[in-house]
Nanobody, 124 residues
Framework: QVQLVESGGGLVQAGGSLRLSCTAS????????MGWFRQAPGKEREFVAV????????AYADSAKGRCTISRDNAKNAVYLQLDTVKFEDSAVYYC?????????????????WGQGTQVTVSS
């Protein structure tokens, strides 16, 4: 049974930083690309960042470039998302997802497994 569990969300002031974590179990982690998505109230789930199975490739949404860093530790079955200089519009539920591929998928439909999400709320 595959499980993805996110953590690290919470309340953060605008301009601050936050590090989200996602730990995986029940899958051969090193063969899965790992993505981060987010969903704000009333909006569709949107792509934030993805890292390749090997950890040597990555891609970011335009809104995340320069402010987010995705990384992974295959020995720990974990993927991380560092959020810096957060803005009010970064408030959302953040989800990690896994896709069995060598590529860098950026669409929700590409992904095989999803976590339950962690809430990030940016205050002024």
């Amino acid at each position: 049974q595959v499980q993805l569990v996110e953590s690290g969300g919470g309340l953060v002031q605008a301009g601050g930083s936050l590090r989200l974590s996602c730990t995986a179990s029940g899958l051969q982690f090193s063969k899965y690309a790992m993505g981060w998505f987010r969903q704000a109230p009333g909006k569709e789930r949107e792509f934030v960042a993805v890292i390749s199975a090997s950890g040597t490739g990555w891609a970011y949404a335009d809104s995340a470039k320069g402010r987010c860093t995705i990384s992974r530790d295959n020995a720990k079955n974990a993927v991380y998302l560092q959020l810096d200089t957060v803005k009010f519009e970064d408030s959302a539920v953040y989800y990690c997802a896994a896709d069995y591929t060598l590529w860098l998928p950026q669409m929700t439909m590409d992904y095989d497994y999803w976590g339950q999400g962690t809430q990030v709320t940016v205050s002024s």
